[in-house]
């Protein structure tokens, strides 16, 4: 079979959900017994959004490879259970950066470089490339941005090349928004219409249309829309709004979105999808059996996007536990001793989150002192981690000026300082510690007993670390290093034995839970922080 491929455009507005849309349709194909991957195409001038400010553009997700990727890519992974790569996130900034490349080395032979076709053929390239790689079934390219966007008229340009090219091969999917006028009791159609009409005028003819709705749309609205944008009327696929993300891929198959996608790819659609599984996690999430509330301790919790994969990786726990966990964001910025306290007060975990530069770091820290001395579950993720170490070294060993070298490069005791291999990088973009290493876990630890093994590997987005000159001296005074790299010794996992539950790793966990396979380190945190709770309250 002919790799097939599904481009998912967008218009009206942003954030209208394409990533979940295309994640939740990549899930129907799958649970059908067909092997799927998406990739996210960005029309921003960034190489990547390695260099981004969380307020720009929320989590940065890190893959196996080390690649710096759009938030999406995350909600394909959790979806679908597999791995995406640097040829699943592709910017404006990488394709330009390819093609200038090439002419630089005289690949085009002299000739003017332009948009087309040079511009549009690195992004055919890059589409088909994922395709032909690993022989996917199905390709699922997410547009960024929104139909009439000039960074986007390069990609439509594309998608209308490759549906000439492919045929019966590529089907475009058009997400937009039906809005409710409340003044007039009616949900309004035109945004639809004008859409479509901008992606007719760059001459890609959408075969499915999918209308985001507040309320349900009735059969001669979706009439309407089908003779007004010249598509079936089976091929409007109504889009309510969801409690949660996870219930989506079930509404599409009850919308046929599936089987409408699969007739235009002319797939057999005899074989219903199994959905045993995911149903089984849905009713889990949504019955726990009690509500524990976890504290989520970091300098952008205004934000929540910015933890995106922390968030649904106790989403994927708490239903591992039959919990519901309320997870409270805790700006570190107004966290101090006088009033850590009144703030931590009611929890039953304490999470210490990663991030970058010194601002709300002496709150973090503070919070891993209460965690610790307070005996509550404590777990702390890259940052999380090293202001655990910094807490331990000032508040144990009596270190009081210890610090972090990225805070304080006057500090005499550098508990955690730059990596060797960081020291002579001066580019910004890229040239962190990324993607997945080995970490080996000693026997006998909390570490062991969670992961069940003692070979791991885990993703890592970090430049400093934990400077092992203090390392004999932290263990003699009870914090361990029960999580190494094999290669170059590099602390992974710090923990404290007498503890309840405190554990850190160097690396980070929430990159690897999926919702049919749950990250063992959140899993034994929230089961930790229920114990904690049914304590408490006994």
């Not at 890059?126 to 547009?143: H, M, R």
């Not at 144990?396 to 550098?414: F, R, W």
């Amino acid at each position: 079979m002919n790799t097939k491929y599904i481009f998912v455009t967008g218009g009206v507005t942003s954030s209208l959900g394409k990533g979940i849309i295309a994640a939740s349709l990549a899930k129907l194909l799958q649970s059908r017994g067909l092997s799927v991957t998406i990739q996210k195409l960005d029309p921003y001038i960034n190489i990547d959004p390695d260099t981004l400010n969380p307020y720009e553009h929320g989590e940065c997700y890190v893959t196996v490879d080390g690649a710096v990727t759009d938030l999406d890519l995350g909600h394909y992974e959790r979806f679908l259970g597999v791995e995406t790569s640097q040829a699943n996130n592709i910017t404006t900034g990488r394709i330009y950066q390819n093609v200038i490349n090439k002419e630089r080395r005289g690949d085009y032979l002299g000739k003017t470089v332009q948009i087309i076709p040079h511009i549009t053929d690195e992004i055919k390239r890059n589409i088909v490339a994922l395709g032909s790689t690993k022989k996917y079934d199905i390709v699922i390219t997410e547009i960024g941005g929104t139909v009439g966007d000039i960074e986007s008229l390069p990609y439509i340009e594309a998608v209308r090349q490759l549906k000439w090219e492919l045929g019966d091969d590529c089907v475009c999917i058009h997400l937009t928004y039906v809005p409710y006028v409340a003044a007039a009791g009616e949900l309004k159609t035109k945004p639809t219409q004008h859409s479509v009409k901008h992606l007719l005028q760059n001459g890609v003819q959408p075969d499915v249309l999918v209308l985001r709705t507040e309320h349900p749309l009735n059969d001669g609205m979706k009439a309407k829309v089908a003779l007004f944008c010249n598509v079936a009327k089976d091929s409007v696929i109504e889009c309510m709004d969801a409690p949660t993300i996870y219930e989506v891929p079930l509404m599409m198959h009850e919308e046929e979105l599936d089987m409408v996608v699969m007739r235009h790819l002319h797939l057999d659609t005899s074989k219903e999808p199994d959905l045993a599984e995911w149903k089984c996690f849905l009713a889990r999430f949504k019955n726990p059996k009690k509500t524990i509330k976890i504290a989520l301790v970091g300098k952008y919790v205004e934000l929540p996007d910015a933890y995106k994969s922390i968030s649904e990786s106790f989403v994927h726990a708490g239903a591992a536990n039959e919990v519901k966990v309320d997870l409270q964001y805790i700006q570190s910025e107004n966290v101090d001793e006088s009033n850590v306290a009144e703030k931590l007060a009611g929890m039953s975990g304490i999470l210490v989150a990663p991030g970058f530069g010194g601002r709300g770091i002496e709150g973090k820290i503070t919070a891993v002192k209460y965690a610790r001395e307070n005996n509550i579950p404590f777990f702390g993720i890259c940052l999380g981690m090293q202001c655990a170490v910094i807490e331990f070294a000032r508040d144990v060993l009596g270190y009081t000026d210890a610090n972090s070298a990225e805070m304080d490069t006057k500090t005499p005791h550098k508990v955690v300082d730059l990596m060797e291999s960081q020291k002579n990088i001066t580019g910004m973009g890229g040239t962190m510690r990324l993607g997945a290493y080995p970490c080996e876990i000693k026997p006998g630890t909390l570490a062991e007993r969670v992961y069940g093994t003692t070979h791991i590997s885990e993703r890592h987005r970090h430049r400093y670390e934990f400077n092992n000159d203090y390392l004999a001296e932290f263990e003699a005074n009870g914090m361990i290093a029960s999580g190494m790299n094999p290669d170059n010794h590099l602390v992974e996992i710090v923990e404290i034995p007498s503890h309840r539950f405190f554990i850190a790793g160097q690396f980070h966990p929430e990159l690897q839970s999926t919702v049919l396979k749950p990250h063992k380190l959140f899993t034994a945190f929230v089961a930790a922080a229920k114990a904690f709770s049914e304590e408490v309250n006994e």
